[in-house]
């Protein structure tokens, strides 16, 4: 749920218990205080990149919690009338098609979902190149592995593992123009970088649902498969290489951990604002 390293807090605490569906009532409350509007205290560029998922209404939308632009999907790529982009055996023909919002504007409706990693990446890669004199801070969320499964023509049968495997891939070739933007900007020992999930794999999808290793079960348990995920931070010169932790981390800790890197006081009360004098 993104509500946990936005807010960093429990989904549930912030009034979103589960995952919202299009034309939902709810959506993330103008009294939570999110990592971005910490971040702009401090002077920063915000960007939220991909699938959004607390609230499609425009008042929920990142552009009016803290973030200067927004580009994505207000929320997953399944929840779509179209059967060919909905894995389950029916449909819910009652959902529109699909939203590409800019900021709060919809610019596309059920968009090709071959393109939205490389649109993603280029959104990032255009935020990055134009904040380079600043501080900024970019939230990127891919809608895949997600299902349903889609990759760029380049990448399909790539790999050995099939659409799931050649998905991946194309998601490790975005990180890696990121982190080239960076490098060529010579911005790379001056920015972390955090890559994790939300959750384990969805095992009801088989081979398209990825898989947890040794784990218990997956998505939607509470067994250390649904909740132990993958999480690697990248800060040269400040993390050393092949460092490894057994440290317990949630997607809570990034809003404390990412003000205290800023320099941010952390709100003392979910419905009071950060005060102007703790950037």
Known sequence: MHAAPLTGSYPVRVGLPEALYPRGRIGISPDEVTVAELLRTAGYATAAVGKWHPGDHPEFLPTNHGFDTYFG???????SPNPANNPREVANVQYPPIPVIRDTTIVERG???????????????????????????????????????RAADRFVGTTERGLYGDVISEIDGSLGE?????ERLELDRRTTVAFTSDNGPWLIFGNHGGSAGPFREGKGTTFEGGHRVPAIVRWPGRIPAGTVSDALVTDMDFLPTSARLAGVA???NRCVRPRASAS
């Open 111 to 149: 968009p090709d979902q071959r393109t939205l990693t490389r649109r993603y990446t280029e959104a990032v890669v255009d935020f990055i190149e134009h904040h380079a004199d600043r501080p900024f801070f970019v939230y990127l969320a891919h809608s895949f592995p997600h299902v349903p499964l």
């Open 266 to 268: 952390l709100p003392t």
């Open 178 to 182: 990121i982190l080239a933007t960076l």
């Open 73 to 79: 999907i207000p929320y997953s790529n399944d929840m």
